[in-house]
């Protein structure tokens, strides 16, 4: 069987499982749907997952650095320092990517995407 999940979701999970419970914190916006291309190939079109280092960069300070980017946080993840990030419309997903990851405290950047797990269970 085959199965679709975010790549955040898997990481977020993995992490839930080595250290105890924990959950996530959804921020107010209208993001977070899936792309088109989503679909397709698997990366969103969208959709960047930033992670940063909390002693550096406060998880407010960077929710500003977004919005300077007109772009809006869509998920914070509490069990690890990261933020799902919706980019502004009509911007350039690359550009977006290497923008953050040139913000101070920012550790690493990367396309939303979803991955397919091949369980091995017969089908």
């Known amino acids: 069987m085959n199965s679709i999940i975010p790549?955040?979701?898997i990481a977020a999970?993995?992490?839930?499982?080595?250290?105890?419970?924990?959950?996530?914190?959804?921020?107010?916006?209208?993001?977070?749907?899936?792309?088109?291309?989503a679909e397709s190939t698997g990366v969103s079109a969208t959709t960047l997952?930033?992670?940063?280092?909390?002693?550096?960069?406060?998880?407010?300070?960077?929710?500003?650095?977004?919005?300077?980017?007109?772009?809006t946080a869509i998920y914070s993840y509490r069990i690890i320092s990261?933020?799902?990030v919706k980019i502004a419309p009509g911007a350039d997903i690359e550009a977006e990517r290497?923008?953050?990851a040139h913000i101070h405290?920012?550790?690493a950047v990367q396309?939303?995407?979803?991955?397919?797990?091949?369980?091995?269970?017969p089908q």
């Open 82 to 84: 990261a933020i799902a």
């Open 7 to 9: 790549a955040a979701a």
């Open 111 to 121: 396309r939303d995407r979803i991955l397919h797990l091949d369980t091995g269970a």
């Open 49 to 71: 997952i930033v992670s940063y280092d909390s002693a550096s960069i406060g998880r407010s300070q960077l929710e500003a650095e977004v919005r300077k980017r007109r772009a």
């Open 98 to 100: 290497r923008a953050f």
């Open 13 to 37: 999970a993995m992490l839930v499982a080595a250290s105890g419970c924990h959950s996530a914190t959804t921020l107010p916006a209208t993001g977070g749907q899936p792309v088109a291309d």
């Open 105 to 107: 405290g920012v550790t």
